[in-house]
């Protein structure tokens, strides 16, 4: 199948937008829609040390070759890899001690929607708002691949040779995220851009909150 942007031998097909796009065009949109998401958001400013949740796996692996490879031009932001423990408290006491200002998550298009949708069930207006995720001590939790399917950010991972453990991950355990997750997994097979449009809801909502913020008076 040819490209739908050039002559070339299309490798990906995006049920969602109808594309078949080949190796080139295919990493342009990987890596314009991870752009988008930090611009939009404002995840990423001047002197910011930028912490990539480590484990191992090829989404996190490409999360932070994605990072560095968008930054390594710039004396004014820093990524290291952060390695995940089990404990978030422990994850924040690390990121802390080594002066990370966000902490960057391979999260994928499919989990980040699924959240967003339970939060707004749950009626938690923050689930809403993808820029004011923290943890503790004030560190941005931040989510560059949360506009990209995991089978996307697999393959971008493939393409680049950045392997890594692709062993079963934990589990969400959870009832409610859970039958959520299922949901919307079973509805995207009949609706392939329904997760795009709860985040696209949610996004609208975000650049709401931030223009009442603004006018709010101090």
Request: aromatic content about 6%.
């Given at each position: 199948?040819?490209?739908?942007?050039?002559?070339?031998?299309?490798?990906?097909?995006?049920?969602?937008?109808?594309?078949?796009?080949?190796?080139?065009?295919?990493?342009?949109?990987?890596e314009a829609k991870a752009r988008?998401?930090?611009?939009?958001?404002?995840?990423?400013?001047?002197?910011?040390?930028?912490?990539?949740?480590?484990?191992?796996?090829?989404?996190?692996?490409?999360?932070?070759?994605?990072?560095?490879?968008?930054?390594?031009?710039?004396?004014?932001?820093?990524?290291?890899?952060?390695?995940l423990t089990e404990d978030l408290?422990?994850?924040?006491?690390?990121?802390?001690?080594?002066?990370?200002?966000?902490?960057?998550?391979?999260?994928?298009?499919?989990?980040?929607?699924?959240?967003?949708?339970?939060?707004?069930?749950?009626?938690?207006?923050?689930?809403?708002?993808?820029?004011?995720?923290?943890?503790?001590?004030?560190?941005?939790?931040?989510?560059?691949?949360?506009?990209?399917?995991?089978?996307?950010?697999?393959?971008?991972?493939?393409?680049?040779?950045?392997?890594?453990?692709?062993?079963?991950?934990?589990?969400?355990?959870?009832?409610?995220?859970?039958?959520?997750?299922?949901?919307?997994?079973?509805?995207?097979?009949?609706?392939?851009?329904?997760?795009?449009?709860?985040?696209?809801?949610?996004?609208?909502?975000?650049?709401?909150?931030?223009?009442?913020?603004?006018?709010?008076?101090?």
């Open positions: 199948m040819q490209c739908s942007k050039c002559k070339n031998e299309a490798i990906v097909f995006q049920p969602y937008s109808g594309q078949h796009l080949c190796r080139d065009h295919f990493i342009a949109d990987v988008r998401a930090i611009r939009i958001n404002q995840w990423m400013r001047p002197y910011d040390h930028i912490g990539v949740v480590a484990r191992g796996d090829p989404a996190g692996n490409a999360l932070l070759f994605f990072l560095r490879k968008l930054t390594g031009n710039r004396k004014d932001i820093r990524v290291s890899e952060i390695p408290p422990g994850l924040s006491k690390r990121a802390h001690e080594a002066g990370v200002t966000r902490l960057a998550r391979a999260t994928p298009l499919e989990d980040a929607a699924a959240s967003a949708l339970t939060g707004i069930l749950r009626g938690e207006a923050e689930a809403c708002f993808p820029d004011a995720s923290h943890i503790q001590d004030r560190i941005q939790e931040i989510t560059p691949f949360s506009h990209i399917p995991a089978r996307e950010i697999d393959q971008y991972s493939q393409i680049f040779g950045l392997g890594g453990d692709t062993g079963v991950l934990p589990q969400e355990t959870d009832p409610l995220s859970t039958d959520v997750k299922a949901m919307l997994t079973d509805y995207s097979r009949r609706h392939p851009a329904a997760p795009y449009a709860v985040l696209n809801l949610c996004e609208a909502l975000a650049a709401l909150h931030r223009a009442d913020d603004k006018r709010s008076p101090k």
